[in-house]
């Protein structure tokens, strides 16, 4: 399985961002995908996470009520809408994919490369 984030960039404090995944490989539609992050001098921790079907979703607390994560219909694609970005949420994302969501909300099978956002206060 290979795993390209994009979507990162700078934006000021409220703005959003739409960072997108796009997963490869054999059977990957039926992985579960999702997101951490990684801030200077902290450790990778997780944001979001949904299932192969996409009906059932895992959010850290912290971003809940601002980020959002969805999948497209083929399955191969994972969204993370970010809205009303904090300085706090500034770090290097990283997608994940793993058999299922208690898996790849801890211990993932495959990363992807991060994508880098900066929020700007």
């Known amino acids: 399985v290979q795993l390209q984030a994009s979507g990162g960039g700078l934006v000021q404090a409220g703005g959003s961002l739409r960072l997108a995944c796009v997963a490869s490989g054999q059977l990957v539609q039926w992985y579960a995908l999702g997101w951490f992050r990684q801030a200077p001098g902290k450790e990778r921790e997780f944001v979001a996470a949904l299932n192969w079907r996409g009906d059932e979703t895992r959010v850290e607390d912290s971003v809940k009520d601002r980020f959002t994560i969805s999948r497209d219909s083929d399955k191969h694609t994972v969204f993370l809408q970010m809205n009303s970005l904090r300085p706090e949420d500034a770090a290097v994302y990283y997608c994940?994919?793993?058999?299922?969501?208690?898996?790849?909300?801890?211990?993932?099978?495959?990363w992807g490369q991060g994508t880098l956002v900066t929020v700007s206060s």
């Open positions: 994940a994919a793993a058999g299922g969501i208690p898996r790849v909300s801890t211990t993932p099978d495959f």
